[in-house]
């Protein structure tokens, strides 16, 4: 199936591991031209770019949630070298991980400390979508896919403020799908559950109590197995392409049956 992606522009957010990486190159692999934001690792992002075919089909920027001038900057530079953005996949998840066995539960957490958290994964999603639904609305084309996460849904212990964060990106979709007749535009979000990236193996390996969470979800898991993210990349880049002709405001779930 061809799905219309050939020099289609796609900006990917945290693309440097995980499942912003394998849905960089998952793109890039149908020929589209991608750019990816990092935070901190920027020997990471020029490695993906090179697998992406270096600076001609790919580039790297700086990208920091916490920070609106750093996104405008990110999405201009993107303006700048190719004209817009057609397909963006809000991927960047301000998050830090903590043992479960020492982190303060939600009601000893100072509001500073979760507050901050909530308004970098809603606040600076939606000026990220903010500032590429624009053009795409001018073009009368484009796509957005925000991840989510299950625990949107079924919640897990000490998840209270990334849950909720998560949970808003379903409402802001359920809003931006509507565009007008004829925008051209469609917005999705998909919510994985526990996935196999580099980042779940380290907190897996980080403690007892992780893996065992991560034991207990295999065993809840109808398919028998937890998705890697190559199995999130390629829902996410149907969603992004043509081939999707009228997918918009949905909440797809990817976590083998939960």
Do not use: C
């Not at 440097?16 to 960089?24: C, D, L, P, Y």
């Not at 020029?46 to 920070?67: C, I, M, N, T």
């Not at 057609?86 to 957490?109: G, I, K």
């Not at 999705?188 to 034991?215: C, F, H, Q, R, W």
């Amino acid at each position: 199936m061809d799905l219309g992606l050939r020099d289609r522009r796609v900006l990917v957010t945290g693309a440097t591991r995980g499942i912003g990486k394998a849905v960089a190159l998952a793109f890039g692999a149908e020929g589209a031209k991608v750019a990816i934001t990092y935070n901190s690792a920027a020997d990471e992002a020029a490695k993906v770019v090179a697998q992406l075919g270096g600076e001609e089909r790919s580039f790297a920027v700086p990208y920091d949630l916490r920070d609106m001038g750093s996104i405008d900057a990110a999405v201009d530079a993107v303006d700048d070298r190719w004209g817009g953005v057609d397909v963006l996949v809000a991927n960047a998840l301000y998050f830090t991980w903590e043992d479960p066995a020492t982190t303060p539960t939600f009601e000893n957490t100072e509001a500073e400390e979760w507050g901050s958290r909530l308004r970098a994964n809603v606040d600076g999603t939606i000026r990220t979508a903010q500032l590429t639904l624009r053009g795409m609305r001018e073009r009368k084309w484009g796509r957005i896919v925000i991840l989510s996460s299950t625990t949107a849904h079924n919640g897990l212990p000490g998840s209270e403020i990334y849950s909720a964060s998560k949970a808003a990106m379903h409402g802001f979709a359920r809003g931006a799908m509507w565009g007008g007749e004829g925008s051209g535009v469609l917005v999705n979000v998909v919510a994985p559950g526990l996935t196999l990236t580099e980042s779940a193996y380290e907190a897996m390996a980080a403690s007892p109590i992780t893996k065992g969470m991560a034991d207990h979800e295999l065993s809840i898991t109808p398919s028998g197995r937890l998705s890697d993210p190559e199995d999130i990349a390629r829902l996410i880049v149907f969603l992004g392409s043509e081939a999707n002709g009228n997918v918009t405001g949905e909440v797809v779930r990817t976590a083998g049956g939960r």
